[in-house]
């Protein structure tokens, strides 16, 4: 005789319902988002924003058109460091602290890695954007 097992309701698996940033117009790259620029749409799609807290304040990395779900790729801090800034490297291990100027190659926000040329050596070497405007040099 078969038997009937009963699921309590918390353990059904709901419909989830999630929310998904779009534009509402387009967005052309290095271009600060505010809440005109976003629409909040009811389908969900994997690998986008959700929150408009969550990109207002950001930079546009990419252009973004009219009616496109905003993804997490699409936008980021605003750039402190241009290309073609002079900018100063930092190397730290142990106690030792070593610094230069370097010419900033790329352009990007606090957390960002670039590509920084040494202006004393002439080299190129790759670092992360501090909230200074410095580029950290790690081994």
Known sequence: MKTLLALPLCLIAAP???ETLVAARTIRAQSLLS???LVISDATIPGT????EDAVG???RV????GRPLRMGDVGPPAIVDRNDIVTLVFEQGGLVITSDGRSLGR?????????MNLSSRTS???QIDSQ??????K
């Open 125 to 127: 070497v790759f670092g």
């Open 58 to 60: 950001q930079e546009a």
């Open 35 to 37: 809440e005109q620029d």
């Open 49 to 52: 924003l959700a929150l408009v």
């Open 133 to 138: 405007g410095q580029v950290v040099v790690s």
């Open 108 to 116: 990007g926000g606090e957390g960002d890695r670039i590509r920084v």
């Open 63 to 66: 252009t973004i058109y009219a």
């Open 16 to 18: 989830v319902f999630a």
